[in-house]
């Protein structure tokens, strides 16, 4: 007996004690998971504008003073709300409160903050000395969204009210999803009063959603009244009310949980339970997930602006990874109207990816972008396609060389001999068709449309042939590697050529510039009065007079005589340097020319866009009603001249391209940078990684990777002020490496460390004026213009220096 009433007191005990920690999980919100963590506050001027809680499975787009207008022009009006591709679940949401008889809609918070992991909107109601916290979050890996309300009576009396939450359900499908068979219907919800939440489905698919609370709400099949929202589709909308108590100095917390499925209703009501049962633990795993791609090639320089930029670009990067079982993971281009996939923004920003540690999503993204690009038959690299495997575009010609360099580059950071085999024969067959099918001449550039997708200007462009001459130099060292010497020797052959042509051709003395491209006279004088009208309409005087000057100096031409010509000034005329193939004398040259065609936010995309006042004004890009890059500047056209700069030993001028990219940073949104600078097209672009990674780890900390032979080349190449910086755990292969950079009184300190002793360092010193050099505290005078080799977990460099080489 005894033992049976201590038994039983026992279980009393822990009855009371799960009770209360139930309790607790009640009041307790999942903003206490997040204090202390990196966190930005938005700009009020930009509360409507758009940003992403963002998941590998399932995002939510709206704008930041909580409401969910209807966005974008993919699928118009409908690039907003709840995705969960390839299938749309909801426009959004709205809340209301109802109180002795007023009632208000939250649409319009006072401030946004947002984390890399989740986002927060904050509402003050004066007269109820009422404040309100939204806060949301997708977990990796599911279907479905947390959304939590912080409800605090800051007031003196006891808050008696009703609050109501309404889902807008619009179940559709992705862009070009009818083309795949995908067709939306009217939709359908009901009630599940077991379960107590609404369920959504498409009249004519097994496209499902769900939403509900932690508590039990009263129905009503229709949309709250008090907030007036109706967007657009073919959508419906239901609420849930409850009534609420909330004593003076306290407060109150409610949840809702959103999922989805286009497979089945148990999947959705699997994922619906996992969120409600699960959410702070799931919460905890984001985080985590998070943190860990801040410590993977974490900087610390002088420049705080573009160390946070940095770190936030690589949050950034995994906002756009998308997640579709059926097709495969891989990044997305941008958000909200770039969510599905494309091989070159990939072929960028994957550079980046690998140079900051994400080997798992430069794989996943590299086989499906590859998987897709089979459809091709070809080689052919694809261009664009939607995430319900319906290609768009087969592929712009620049797609299918710079696949092959990017295969490369990969690995010499992995050294994964595998990982090479399975592209290599792929790299092989592309390069075939590249030459074969598009090089109309035999001159060996390929024609059609490369980066720049003007009308009419699909010749023999600067950047195709740049990126070719590029992947038949790295296809040669593949080849070389898997033992092909005569397939070596022959790519290397037309890259040698092609290296030359290039700098011979292309070249324009008369402007300091490479051309656009190579065409006939006849060609460029039909682009001239196009580019004449363009500068026109923008209001550029100087670039129409330019332009009227060539076009009459070409009448005097055969209209057969093919040649170079400059008209646009597009970025892409960067690329020779960007790839290191340009003459350095021409280099010079044409990164000093480069420099005209600037604002303070970086690179115009198109250089007859700019005007005189680009410098001394604040040059916020004012974008056409219809979506249009005219006039733009972009953060790809800023890094690559960035990246040119370095390659030619003048990480001074590429410093000053990225504090220009970095001035768009949370210009708009917090935490992350706008495709167009400063505020204009996509809210999150992936290759902004690439053109902050590749300058800042390969150039400035100068870390050139060869992991298959278990080498690691340092080249630093600092910019005057970065006197004291560091970067820590960059991997490469099987290994990690450290290295702090600190300069004064005429010395240069260097500690390299690594996690695997038995990795050979090579590090130039060719940067630096030095007059001597200690490494490993033996010493080497004077330093030749070479590299030195160590081995070792720590490596200490000592150079007596004054200057950077110029």
Known sequence: MKRNKNLSLLILVSILLVAGCQDHEATESLQSLVKNKPSLKGKTEYLASPYVTAGDRLYMV???DGSFPDLGWHVHGEMGGIWNHPIKLMDGFTASLITDGTSLCLETAKSFTNYPFANKHEYTIPQLNLEIERFQFVPEGKEGIVVEYLLKNEGNSKLDLTFNFTGHVDLRPVWLGEESGMVDHIDDLTFDEGKNFWLGKDNGNDWYVIFGSDEAGKPQADSDKNCEYQPIGKGKAASLSYQMNIPSGHHKIIRFYISGSYQSQKAAEATFDELKSSHASLLEEKIAHYEHIASLSKISIP?????????????????????VPEQGKGLGAGMPDYPWWFGVDNEYTLKGAIATGRKDLVYSTIDLIHSLSEKNENGRV???VSTNGVIFNPGNINETPQFGSLIWWVYQWTGDRDFLEKYYPFVKKGLKWLMETND??????????????????????????????????????MARVMGESEQSKSYQETADKLKQKINEEFWVEEFNS????IGTTAEALHLIDAAIIRADTLNKPWAVEELQLTKRKLSTYPKDKKQGFVLFHNWVVNTPMEMKIADREKAIKALDKGKKFVNPFGVFVTGIDRDER??????KFEGSKVFSYTGAVMTLPTGVQAIAENNYGRPDEALDYLKRMTRSFGFALPGSIYEVSPDYGMMAQAWNLYSYAVPIVSQFFGISPDAANKIIYIKPQMPKTWTHSSIENVVIGENSISITYKKEDGKIL?????????????FDPSFFNASSLKLNKSHY????????????????????TKDSVE
């Open 62 to 64: 709206g704008h930041q």
């Open 303 to 323: 420049d705080k602006e573009i160390e946070e930029a940095f770190e936030w670009v690589k949050y950034n990067t995994e906002w756009l990874v998308r997640d």
């Open 382 to 384: 694809i261009h664009e």
């Open 440 to 477: 109309k001449d035999g001159n060996l550039f390929p024609d059609g449309y490369g980066m720049m997708e003007i009308h009419g200007l699909e010749s023999e462009m600067i950047d195709v042939a740049v990126y070719t001459q590029k992947a038949f130099d790295d296809a040669a060292q």
């Open 514 to 517: 490479y051309a656009d491209f």
């Open 614 to 619: 680009s410098e001394s004004a604040d040059g």
């Open 750 to 762: 260097i500690e390299i460390s690594q996690q695997k002793a038995d990795w050979e360092i090579h």
């Open 781 to 800: 005078e004077p330093v030749e213009k070479g590299s030195y080799s160590s081995k070792g977990k720590t490596i200490n460099i000592e150079m007596n």
